[in-house]
């Protein structure tokens, strides 16, 4: 028998971490020989659409038969599933996020019978949020309790999964990762001028201006800092909170100190502007962007939010506050850009945790332990030069 799976990845393929999560993890397994294939209703955007070994992409289809007065997508995308699980011999379906993947892919594997395995991964707002709807609640817990395997992206989401939906059953833990191979330091001295004067610092904050990732806060934040420290505020992504914050900006006349770039495909040499990262968020189950940073040895000044402090060590890697304390986070930012030393022991011990702990090698080897494990088999020597 190969020992090469057949691995089908669903999840959300438009801009947001989970997204990028399953599309870098597909890349990395296909990377190493396993076949991926794809089921979603576009291509995941950090796919590309250049022909890659072993990555196929299968589109969903959404019935608009005349009797639906919504499009059942979700019942198209059980279907396909089936259909390529089928087609495929697919060993194992892969869907992150609970709603609705998870949930199709138990109708999926309805379909096909018990041989198809279903691993589950959640990132976040499927459990913070989705889960504590009652009209969701129930359905979440089923596709869970009925994964073959399931993991979470903290410590801290693993509890809250169990503490909201009062399950016991076992999940794994399974980190954001990064690719250092596009996440390291860049050179920005060629772009750095267009944003802030050589005596001025960056601080960044990158999002989807969701209410949960607390954007106020950032302009707070950055208001006192500058207060202090010269400074620009540099704002990527967008997203409902957009508009309010520009006002709040204006309202607060720094119009001239900040600077809004829109959605970035090229993240690690955005991030590299920037000395510090504002993650002020509500709710966070990890904080990729945080990770991304860090790769990039920028700290992070956030909130303890969520899984934020798995990631980020407090004085060591970045400062942490609670959540909606903007002077305690205004102090740590002013401490790291005031105190050159600091800055630069920080960055290096941000450089060597994201290459460590949160290394695409390491995490990607979990998740191919974890689907070696529901399938009942042993795990192969994997390819100990691998890269
Ligand atoms: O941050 C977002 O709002 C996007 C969201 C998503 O579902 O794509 O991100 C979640 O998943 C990421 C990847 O696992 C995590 O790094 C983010 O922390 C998590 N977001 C929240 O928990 C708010």
Redesign the pocket.
């Given at each position: 028998m190969s020992q090469s799976l057949k691995i089908g990845i669903t999840c959300?393929p438009s801009l947001?971490?989970?997204?990028?999560?399953a599309t870098e993890l597909g890349k990395l397994l296909a990377e190493k020989g396993h076949q991926v294939h794809f089921i979603a209703h576009s291509i995941p955007f950090r796919l590309g659409t250049t022909f890659q070994k072993n990555i196929f992409y299968h589109e969903v289809e959404v019935s608009d038969y005349y009797v639906f007065r919504y499009p059942p997508y979700d019942l198209s995308l059980a279907t396909k599933m089936a259909q390529v699980a089928k087609m495929q011999q697919l060993d194992i379906l892969h869907v992150h996020?609970a709603v609705p993947h998870a949930v199709c892919a138990f109708l999926a594997k309805q379909m096909v019978g018990s041989q198809l395995k279903v691993v589950t991964?959640l990132?976040?707002?499927?459990i913070?949020v989705l889960a504590q709807d009652e009209s969701l609640k129930d359905l979440i817990r089923l596709a869970i309790n009925e994964s073959d395997g399931v993991t979470a992206?903290s410590n801290d989401?693993i509890r809250e999964t169990r503490e909201v939906l009062d399950i016991s059953r076992d999940i794994d833990l399974t980190y954001?990762f990064v690719d250092k191979r596009v996440y390291y330091p860049r050179d920005t001295s060629a772009l750095r001028g267009d944003f802030a004067k050589p005596e001025e610092k960056i601080l960044m904050h990158i999002?989807?201006f969701?209410p949960?990732?607390r954007v106020s806060d950032v302009v707070d934040i950055f208001a006192k800092v500058n207060e202090k420290v010269p400074s620009k505020l540099l704002f990527v992504g967008e997203g409902p909170e957009l508009p309010k914050i520009q006002c709040k900006i204006n309202e607060l006349g720094l119009q001239d100190k900040v600077h809004f770039l829109g959605k970035q495909d090229e993240i690690a040499q955005v991030i590299s502007l920037a000395d510090v990262l504002l993650l002020p968020?509500a709710?966070?189950?990890?904080?990729?962007?945080a990770?991304e940073a860090m790769a990039c040895g920028v700290p992070t000044v956030g909130s303890q939010a969520?899984?934020i402090p798995e990631l980020v060590i407090h004085g060591e890697t970045g400062f942490l506050a609670p959540i909606g304390d903007v002077d305690q986070m205004a102090k740590y930012a002013i401490r790291l850009l005031s105190d050159e030393d600091l800055a630069r022991r920080v960055s290096e011990a941000c450089l060597n945790r994201a290459c460590v702990d949160f290394c695409d090698k390491l995490i990607t080897k979990q998740y191919e332990e974890i689907y070696y494990r529901v399938l009942g088999r042993e795990v192969p020597k994997l390819d100990p030069v691998w890269r």
């Open positions: 959300y947001g971490g989970s997204g990028v999560v996020y991964t990132h976040g707002t499927d913070t992206v989401l954001n999002s989807n969701r949960v990732k968020s709710k966070e189950s990890f904080g990729l962007v990770l969520g899984g």
